[in-house]
């Protein structure tokens, strides 16, 4: 390679990215690319005047963050960047960078010795020249430079910067301050600190780098083939898309020739049942035609006979016009001909199936029966009555007629729906909405609108009533003191109640019975039963133990409690997790079937109130905070969503809230302890209504809800030891 070739790579080497030329007063960014400090403040300015706090490098669009100074002349120099700029600068000859280092004029350097590594000017190289101890030194014109002295140039050894030292070499590496000196440097101002030589510390620190450039060539490989798989991937989809395009297309096309051929054919059917109904019509009109014409030559004649009045004529023909005109009217009548109502009936579009419908069934005469006969009730099966009628107003049945009935729920979902034929031109409509509000129905007879259709049925929210309430405080059987959880069996409708200070747990029918008890050594602060039947009860001694008994009262097992500290409540998921409030940590806790392994563990954000009571519904965990007067809603995986209600008195808000339950219409109920009542909402925190004092609580301290088997609450009162049945 010639000293030109050289020059120009190490001209494009040295260049600024962003002003394309010689880099001048090189600085380089933390992500290793360098630029002239002049073109990164100017850039930096730019970025500033549009009111941005970064940069990006124009290499690699890294970010940085602009300094407060406004200029990068804080950044480190590039060392390799500033050694070209000295080297390229020997070949433009209108920059005279260097200077001799061998005398105090400043002259010009016009060579370089190799050996006492200085650039000297023209006298100095005579004297060098003249010297016996320098005479063979390698020296170079600088006007005369070849590829090899260039190279040569570049890899010459640096010199300390320090004043008075500046013809001393780089040759020790300070360990202190991490930064390279000189010989005199050592003496002068780094005298105590460790020091090594400059070659051995690269060297170390060399092998430090390759490990380092080693691994993100390993990452380069990596993301190069991840590249390759994304391109790969990408390449992959734009032929799928463009294959499922053509895919569409023919389909398309096709179907037009499919809609074309449909369309003929359906014509053709039209055409068909044109002709046929013109062919019944044009019967019809010869047979009144025919009579008409007879009638009216029957008239005709008569009418001259009697215009003529002869006596001879009269008596001669009266006979036997009387006994034609009696012929003629009681001649039978033709019937007029009705034609069938038509209807072409498009489903869903681009169905090529589309039936034609030939029946005497006319919409508008149609009606729909009981749909206002009754309350509705949400849960409770309803029903009315289609009936297809002709365009007399009869009732008829036409085995090709299509009934469509859509019936919206208040979220516009479609409500499951069944109708029976009773094949005499009558249709039962069953459903049963499943949440109260306003329900859109609308029925379509052959594709048209029942009249009145579509119109609204208002379903009311089911309202519970007391059935009945008992309440015996003492420690017989069917006695309590102090309630402190129950829960019912979906199996076989047993009612467990935690009996506290009886240290017992009672267990009794569906209609609030007794049936036998369950003695434990320690105050039973929870009760739930499992999918099998078994009742799992939270223990309180001195310290809590989960305890498995089955409903005769066996106990079953211990189940280890390593996960809790001081837990609270308990209730049990659909799929047999077990929920746990532990007032230690404050957290809720989610455990296996068994209760071996913590499957979650979560608190509520920014809140140091204690969980009391814990449900799972929906993939969403509902936990009541007696403490913070609210409901907290949580995600699936733990993730705090939102709080149903504050505190308070009025409508949704709360003073003690305890108990939860979802009940049968969907619904969360809320036992809001102080307030003396129960509240109910939809899952989403909506208020809907409540059950309070001023209808059967009364001063009752509603604490503690379940569903029984018969959809019924059964609600327990901590403090007056009373469970009441909700219907």
Not at 20 to 49: G, M, Q, W, Y
Not at 105 to 123: G, I, K, R, W
Not at 260 to 284: G, L, N, P, S, V
């Amino acid at each position: 390679m010639d000293v030109q070739q050289l020059f120009k790579i190490l001209k494009k080497e040295a260049e600024c990215p962003l002003c394309i030329e010689t880099v001048k007063n090189p600085k380089t960014l933390p992500c290793l690319h360098s630029f002239c400090l002049e073109c990164l403040d100017r850039h930096t300015n730019f970025a500033r005047r549009q009111l941005k706090a970064t940069i990006k490098c124009p290499v690699c669009q890294t970010s940085f963050q602009i300094p407060e100074t406004d200029t990068f002349e804080n950044l480190p120099s590039s060392f390799h960047l500033n050694r070209l700029v000295d080297v390229l600068a020997l070949e433009d000859g209108s920059v005279q960078s260097q200077r001799c280092n061998s005398c105090d004029e400043n002259n010009t350097a016009t060579c370089y010795c190799f050996v006492c590594q200085d650039f000297l000017c023209a006298s100095c190289f005579e004297a060098h020249q003249r010297l016996k101890a320098t005479r063979g030194h390698r020296n170079v014109l600088i006007d005369k430079l070849q590829a090899q002295d260039v190279q040569e140039l570049i890899h010459r050894p640096a010199m300390c910067s320090q004043q008075y030292h500046e013809d001393q070499p780089l040759e020790f590496y300070c360990e202190d301050c991490k930064s390279l000196i000189c010989h005199k440097c050592t003496v002068v101002s780094h005298d105590r600190h460790s020091k090594r030589d400059t070659q051995k510390a690269a060297q170390e620190q060399k092998m430090q780098m390759a490990n380092a450039v080693a691994k993100v060539k390993a990452e380069i490989v990596r993301y190069e083939s991840e590249i390759k798989k994304q391109s790969d991937l990408r390449n992959k989809n734009k032929i799928e898309i463009l294959n499922e395009e053509k895919k569409m297309t023919d389909t398309v096309e096709k179907l037009i020739r499919d809609l074309r051929e449909h369309e003929r054919k359906m014509k053709d059917k039209f055409r068909e049942i044109y002709e046929a109904e013109q062919k019944h019509h044009a019967t019809r009109l010869e047979n009144f035609e025919l009579v008409a014409t007879q009638l009216k030559s029957c008239f005709e004649r008569c009418q001259s006979i009697l215009d003529r009045n002869f006596s001879v004529e009269i008596l001669q023909t009266n006979h036997a016009i009387i006994g034609r005109c009696n012929e003629l009217l009681n001649v039978r009548k033709p019937d007029l001909y009705m034609s069938p109502h038509v209807h072409y009936l498009v489903e869903k579009k681009l169905d090529l199936m589309d039936p034609v419908v030939v029946t005497k069934t006319d919409p508008s005469k149609c009606l729909a029966e009981g749909q206002d006969s009754k309350e509705v009730k949400e849960r409770k099966e309803t029903y009315f009555v289609i009936v297809t009628k002709d365009s007399e107003g009869f009732q008829c049945y036409q085995q090709d007629d299509k009934i469509k009935v859509n019936i919206l729920t208040p979220e516009g979902d479609q409500l499951k729906t069944d109708v029976k034929d009773t094949k005499d031109g009558k249709y039962t409509l069953t459903y049963t909405p499943q949440d109260a509000g306003q329900h859109r129905v609308e029925i379509l007879v052959n594709g048209e609108p029942l009249t009145g259709s579509p119109w609204i049925v208002q379903v009311h929210q089911h309202q519970y009533q007391l059935e009945y309430s008992v309440a015996s405080k003492g420690k017989g059987r069917g006695q309590f003191d102090g309630i402190h959880d129950i829960d019912v069996s979906e199996k076989t409708g047993t009612i467990a109640v935690a009996d506290l200070r009886n240290k017992r747990i009672q267990l009794l029918n569906s209609e609030v019975e007794f049936r036998s008890e369950i003695k434990v050594d320690g105050e039973p602060f929870s009760v739930a039963f499992t999918d099998s039947g078994d009742l799992l009860t939270l223990v309180q001694k001195s310290y809590s133990k989960l305890r498995l008994f089955s409903e005769e009262g066996h106990f079953i097992k211990r189940i280890n409690d390593k996960h809790l500290d001081k837990p609270c409540h308990l209730s049990i998921a659909s799929d047999g997790r077990i929920i746990i409030t532990d007032y230690g940590d404050k957290k809720i806790k989610v455990l296996s079937p068994d209760g071996n392994d913590l499957l979650q563990s979560f608190s509520a954000p920014d809140c140091d109130k204690k969980p009391f009571y814990a449900i799972y519904h929906q993939n969403k965990f509902f936990i009541s905070y007696f403490y913070a007067d609210c409901v907290k809603v949580f995600d699936k995986s733990g993730v705090y969503l939102h709080d149903i209600g504050c505190k308070g008195s009025n409508d949704g808000q709360f003073d003690g809230p305890v108990g939860l339950v979802i009940d049968k219409y969907n619904r969360l109920i809320v036992c809001d302890a102080r307030n003396h009542r129960l509240q109910l909402f939809t899952l989403s925190g909506k208020f809907l209504s409540k059950i309070d004092e001023a209808e059967f609580f009364h001063n009752d301290v509603p604490s503690y809800v379940a569903i029984n088997s018969d959809g019924s609450l059964v609600v327990a009162d901590h403090i007056n030891s009373r469970i009441s049945l909700l219907y």
